[in-house]
Each structure stands twice: as C-alpha cells, then as structure tokens.
C-alpha cells in the first residue's frame, strides 16, 4: 500500500486494512511526510506529531517505510526525527521521494542513515537509468512513481510497447512493470479495478529479450512529464499546498 498525507486517504486505507483480515506481517503500508507538516514548531517534533497522526488513522502499530514526500523545507530535521523513529522500531525502513541526485547525496553525506528508498518518476519515457545507476551506489532502492506515466503520451497504445506485448501474449502494462522489475526498478502501479491489479501482479511468466530492452531504451525522451522539482515556480506551487 502506497498512501500519504497529502493524498487525504491513509483512514480509509487504514479502514481496509482492517476490514480484510490480512495479517500486518503480510502487509507493507508505505506513507508519505507532507512539506508543511513539519513547520508547526521545530522540524524534528512536528514530524514525530505528524508520524504519530498518520498512524493513527492507519490503525497501525508500526509504518515499514516512512518517505519525505517532497525535497523542500527543514528535511533534515525531518530526517533526523525519522532516524529516532526507525532506531526505535516504529518504522522498519525510512526514504525519499523526488530526490535529485544532489540533494540526495547531500542527504546521505549529513546523516548517519541514508534513504533505503527514493521514489521517483520511472516510466518508458523518462527512464532514470543514469540516476538508478548514482542510486545503486549509494545503496539506495529506485522505486518507480507513474510506472505508466498515468497513461500519458498515450503509453498504453504506443507502438512498440504494443508490438512487443503482442508478442509475448502479454498487455503493455505487464511489459511495462516487467521492463521496470528486470531493471531492478521496485513498481507501485496505481488502479482501482480488480481485474487489472490482477494482471499487473501477473508478470511473472515471461522474459523480455535484449531486442525488447533496447527497443524500450529507445522511448526514453530523458524528460519528465509532469514536473521539475528544480522548477522555482514548481517548488512556489508545491510548496504552497495545504493538504490536510
Ligand atoms: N511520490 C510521489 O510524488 C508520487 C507522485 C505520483 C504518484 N505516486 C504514487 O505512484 C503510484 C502509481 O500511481 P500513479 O498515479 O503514478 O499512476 P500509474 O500507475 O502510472 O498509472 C495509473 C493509471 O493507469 C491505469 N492502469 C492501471 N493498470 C492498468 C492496466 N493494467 N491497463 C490499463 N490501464 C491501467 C489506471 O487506471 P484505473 O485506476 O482506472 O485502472 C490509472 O489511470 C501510486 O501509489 C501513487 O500514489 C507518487
């Protein structure tokens, strides 16, 4: 389960949880710091507050990962209260989301603990292979956000995404998440239906050949499609955001 502050539903993710009798082991509930919330006061207490929040509405005892959502405002007293929170094992795992590589690596270089996660914006057509590379070093697992761009630049009829999914009898979703899982990509893609969170776990059964990875290396446009966190009118606009 992939939820946030900002996204207005950890309680009914939380309600889920409970209603469907899976076992907490079995489960791996990842939310997400809002940049606001860790200004009520000094950085460090706040987002301890905010933690504890977000648990509660989650109806959990322990989060196993905890990623600050964006890369603005004091994250490193985000960071430092999310460092007591993993020591005192109430977050198995703590991370990032939409780090560039110069903030990340300013992040591990001030810190004991560096982010077991960064996700990012990974798709076909902006596919990070450099930074995965950069993140690999560092010890730091790329997870991919908009594994299928949303559906923008019409992914899911593309052409080459088409004619290697009818190859292998597959759809462009499962060549998708396949090409991003033998990247070593970790994927979280987004549905509300049944039938294709189904077949989004259904890739299991097929390889795709170098032909197909090159072919695929092909679409990368080295661009995001939807924004720049570097972006001064991007960071003004996130910023300004009051979710909760
Ligand atoms: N950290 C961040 O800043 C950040 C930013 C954005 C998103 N995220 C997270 O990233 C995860 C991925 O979600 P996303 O919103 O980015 O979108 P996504 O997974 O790239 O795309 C979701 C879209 O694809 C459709 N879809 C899903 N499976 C499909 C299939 N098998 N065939 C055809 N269409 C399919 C969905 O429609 P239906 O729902 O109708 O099936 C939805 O319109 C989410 O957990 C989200 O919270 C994080």
């Not at 094992?89 to 591990?108: E, K, M, T």
């Not at 593309?158 to 070593?184: M, Y």
Request: hydrophobic residues 40%.
């Amino acid at each position: 389960m992939d939820t946030a502050v900002s996204y207005g539903n950890e309680e009914a993710v939380g309600r889920a949880i409970a209603a469907s009798g899976v076992a907490r082991e079995e489960l791996f509930v990842t939310t997400k710091l809002w940049i606001q919330d860790s200004r009520d006061g000094a950085a460090e207490d706040a987002t301890k507050r905010s933690f504890d929040a977000s648990l509660n509405r989650l109806g959990l005892d322990y989060l196993d990962l905890y990623l600050i959502h964006q890369p603005f405002d004091d994250y490193y007293g985000e960071w430092r209260a999310m460092q007591d929170l993993h020591r005192q094992g109430l977050i198995r795992a703590i991370g990032v989301a939409n780090f560039y590589p110069d903030r990340l690596v300013d992040l591990i270089e001030h810190n004991e603990i560096a982010p077991a996660v960064n996700q990012i914006e990974t798709h076909p057509f902006f596919q990070r292979s450099d930074y995965q590379e950069q993140m690999t070093a560092l010890g730091v697992q790329i997870q991919s956000w908009g594994p299928f761009a949303e559906g923008r630049n019409n992914l899911f009829t593309d052409p080459t995404l088409t004619a290697i999914a009818d190859a292998h009898g597959k759809s462009v979703a499962q060549v998708v998440l396949r090409w991003l899982t033998e990247r070593g990509v970790v994927v979280i893609p987004k549905s509300v239906r049944p039938e294709r969170m189904a077949e989004n776990f259904d890739i299991f059964d097929f390889t795709l050949s170098d032909e197909d990875m090159a072919r695929i290396a092909g679409l990368d446009a080295g661009a995001s499609l939807f924004f720049d966190h570097r972006d001064p009118e991007m960071v003004r606009r996130l910023s300004s955001r009051k979710y909760t």
